[in-house]
């Protein structure tokens, strides 16, 4: 099956900063990454996804670019804010249905 | 609408013993799918179900069960429990379950002891 791994598992910034997140997967066929985000003690909420079709994605300060042929997809958040510390999670999915392969998840701190 | 409900919230059960865990999802949505969420696992999957039937499943052993009733609404049964399953349940729904955005519950946090 599908294998997705994420890295860094923690990342600090700065308020104002920009944070990059970054997920490797080993399935070709797999062709729909979500992002999702989690706050503390709160349910996990879709931020933005990209299809197989789509290099890049923006949606205001976040961003989502897309590497078929090297199997990796990136977060991108710009100009950080505290509201933005959370866990996020990548995703990916090839069949379908909702079978989803998430990465283990990364822990964003905003520093004021 | 009202979201995706999970009951109960919290439970606690000692080896050996089953539980089951409820989801009703988002009015209208088809597709319900379970994840199991550890520290440092992230979300595992478990199953997935459409229209009543099972339509995927993950790498869980048998213990782990599901099913999906006519309302849409799923229940997940642990037969067993060891202190290993202790874990944050999450269900999602989606109206179509296919590659598009799941909705997730609050989760049912099961303590094994």
């Known amino acids: 099956g599908e294998n997705v791994e994420q890295h860094p598992s923690t990342l600090s910034v700065q308020e104002g900063d920009s944070a990059v997140i970054k997920c490797t997967y080993s399935?070709?066929?797999?062709?729909?990454f979500p992002w999702y985000k989690q706050e503390l003690g709160k349910r996990p909420q879709l931020i933005i996804d990209?299809?197989?079709?789509?290099g890049e994605k923006k949606d205001q300060r976040i961003a989502v670019t897309l590497n078929k042929t090297a199997k990796h997809f990136s977060l991108h958040i710009t100009e950080t804010q505290p509201e933005d510390s959370a866990v996020y999670f990548c995703?990916?999915?090839?069949?379908?249905?909702?079978?989803?392969?998430f990465g283990t998840g990364t822990s964003l701190t905003v520093i004021p | 609408k009202a979201g995706v409900t999970q009951t109960p919230r919290y439970l606690i059960k000692t080896r050996g013993q089953q539980v089951t865990l409820s989801c009703s999802p988002i009015?209208?949505?088809?597709?319900v799918s379970w994840y199991q969420q550890t520290p440092g696992q992230g979300l595992q999957f478990l199953f997935e179900?459409?229209?009543?039937?099972?339509?995927n499943k993950g790498n869980f052993p048998g213990r782990f069960s599901g099913r999906q009733f006519s309302n849409s609404r799923s229940e997940m049964n642990v037969s067993t429990l060891e202190l290993g399953d202790s874990a944050l349940y999450l269900c999602?729904?989606?109206?179509?379950?296919?590659?598009?955005?799941?909705?997730f519950g609050s989760g049912t946090q099961l303590s094994v002891l």
């Open positions: 179900y459409f229209s009543e039937t099972q339509r």
């Open positions: 995703a990916a999915s090839y069949n379908t249905g909702n079978q989803f392969y």
């Open positions: 990209i299809r197989s079709n789509v």
């Open positions: 009015s209208g949505h088809r597709s």
């Open positions: 399935d070709s066929a797999s062709n729909y």
């Open positions: 999602a729904s989606s109206s179509l379950g296919g590659n598009e955005k799941l909705f």
